[in-house]
């Protein structure tokens, strides 16, 4: 039985999650009126949510600041900062799963193998501390969009963050740390099983019979394979946001 505060929806035994970058807004940019309004729509037949690695305030600026209202699930950083109809669950974090010492060596490796890569160009923020993981980034955050795609295309040819996950899983082998490459510039570091599929943790006492999840980073080591392939969703593996309305209006009768 769906909880009650959904039934007034067509299908409240439903559930949509969605990915943000590249699934509901271009990567780091922000929603257009006609995904809103494809949103807007089908919130009328199913619950919604997003599930996004960033932190909340990157899903205010993206998704717009009514983003808690806008949506009946919100899970940043993958659910470990998890809000539902505008309030806030149990949130988890990194730093007291990982403790002091061990970051510290962690970190300390990080900036010793960013400091002896050589790349085209360098920006600021290579390593940015978050609730529920850390963002590590060659060329640095700040780097603007023409800068990113020039970042995404030497690492294409280069695998330079293929190549840092490979040194990082051999040196810390006996933490249970997940490497997750997405976006075009980054990979974050997590443990395991605190990929996006630890948001459905949050959605299991509302008994939906059918779960969707629409995402652009659906390949392996992408992050959002895990919750892709895992039996409790229904996986949609889409390439812009134009993608995801075209398969919402097919799927949903928009």
């Known amino acids: 039985m769906s909880a009650s505060e959904f039934q007034y929806k067509e299908k409240p035994d439903t559930l949509v999650l969605f990915d943000v970058d590249g699934t509901l807004t271009p990567a780091r940019l922000t929603i257009s009126d006609e995904v809103r309004d494809t949103l807007k729509k089908l919130r ?5 949510g997003f599930v ?17 209202d806008d949506f009946d699930y919100s899970f940043s950083e993958n659910g470990l900062t998890a809000y539902r109809l505008g309030k806030e669950l149990a949130s988890q974090s990194f730093i007291n799963w990982i403790g002091e010492e061990e970051y510290n060596k962690l970190a300390k490796f990080i900036l010793k193998y960013l400091s002896e890569i050589d790349l085209p160009k360098r920006r600021g923020t290579f390593l940015e501390f978050r609730n529920g993981m850390i963002n590590v980034s060659p060329i640095g955050r700040n780097a603007s969009t023409e800068e990113r795609n020039e970042f995404e295309r030497f690492d294409k040819e280069h695998k ?3 190549k840092f996950v490979e040194a990082l899983k051999k040196e810390f082998s006996h933490l249970a740390l997940t490497f997750s490459i997405g ?29 969707h999840f629409f995402g652009d980073k659906t390949f392996e080591g992408g992050n959002d394979f895990e919750i892709y392939t895992d039996d409790r969703t229904i996986g949609h593996s889409v390439t812009t946001p134009d993608d995801t309305v075209r398969i919402l209006n097919e799927v949903f009768n928009l």
């Open 52 to 68: 996004g690695g960033s932190d909340l305030s990157k899903q205010l600026e993206q998704l717009g600041p009514t983003v808690l």
């Open 44 to 48: 009328q037949k199913v619950c919604i």
């Open 183 to 211: 976006g075009q510039i980054s990979f974050d570091v997590f443990p395991t099983g605190w990929d996006k599929t630890y948001c459905l943790q949050h959605v299991a006492a509302d008994g939906f019979k059918e779960i």
């Open 160 to 162: 330079v963050r293929a």
